[in-house]
């Protein structure tokens, strides 16, 4: 919801289409073109250490954050937390980039459950490659956000967007438990829509409000928060999409 992004605990909506009509009215979809396939790209930017990307376009150092998550004392073997893939246990995920593919993998699950779940769709087609992941990270309208699946979720991914509302770094974000994207008071309404996205797989109506870094409140209306299920259909996490359009500054 959060972020929930909402919730990741996550927040978000997207300007709903059914997912066949996405070619002619997402901003973030291509028109297949019989000449070219190309996409126009705004890559994050790349250091030699990583690729990092802050709020509102400034880049940071490319440290990677150890997770602050202690082992589990539950009895039995302990199942790993859902990672990014190419994100070493017991580190956050760096700034999408060409050296991670911009996190193809974890969007084309975002998308595909977001298909499935919802008919809603944040690539422009079921095959579309790490161009168009490259092209959803670098958006300035698409508020996407991500938690992964521990105990106290942590953010594992955001849209330029997100970072730009927030008024947080990438290394920030991804080190920050979902429930704080909202105010102290609001988080147990944020929990009973984590539990109703649990519960229902997606809800596409979510509003509430959250607060950035600097301590700006605003309203998400209308956001699409929704469970992450890998092909085998486990669950990795939760999911929350809005356009920037939605926002309201209180």
């Avoid at 990092?52 to 490319?62: E, K, L, P, S, Y």
């Avoid at 593919?101 to 422009?124: C, F, I, N, T």
């Amino acid at each position: 919801a959060a972020i929930m992004f909402v919730p990741c605990a996550l927040l978000l909506t997207l300007a709903v289409a059914p997912v066949d009509a996405l070619a002619r009215t997402s901003p973030l979809s291509h028109r297949a073109s019989s000449s070219s396939s190309s996409v126009a790209l705004r890559p994050w930017r790349q250091t030699r250490a990583a690729c990092v990307h802050g709020a509102g376009g400034r880049t940071t150092t490319g440290a990677r954050h150890a997770s602050a998550a202690s082992e589990a004392e539950a009895a039995g073997p302990e199942v790993p937390h859902y990672t990014l893939e190419g994100t070493a246990e017991g580190e956050r995920p760096t700034s999408p980039c060409g050296e991670n593919l911009w996190h193809y993998s974890h969007v084309k699950m975002m998308d595909q459950s977001l298909r499935r779940l919802a008919g809603m769709a944040l690539l422009p087609s079921p095959t579309a490659g790490p161009a168009h992941a490259s092209t959803l990270a670098s958006s300035e309208d698409l508020i996407c956000v991500s938690h992964g699946t521990e105990d106290d979720p942590i953010f594992n991914y955001a849209t330029a967007a997100a970072l730009s509302l927030w008024e947080m770094t990438w290394d920030e974000f991804v080190a920050t438990p979902s429930r704080l994207s909202a105010e102290a008071p609001s988080r147990e309404e944020r929990q009973t829509l984590l539990d109703r996205v649990a519960s229902d797989g997606f809800i596409a109506d979510y509003s509430g409000v959250r607060v950035s870094t600097s301590g700006k409140r605003f309203m998400i209306k209308g956001a699409t928060v929704f469970n992450l299920l890998d092909d085998e259909q486990v669950k990795r996490g939760q999911a929350c999409v809005f356009r920037i359009s939605e926002v309201e500054f209180l």
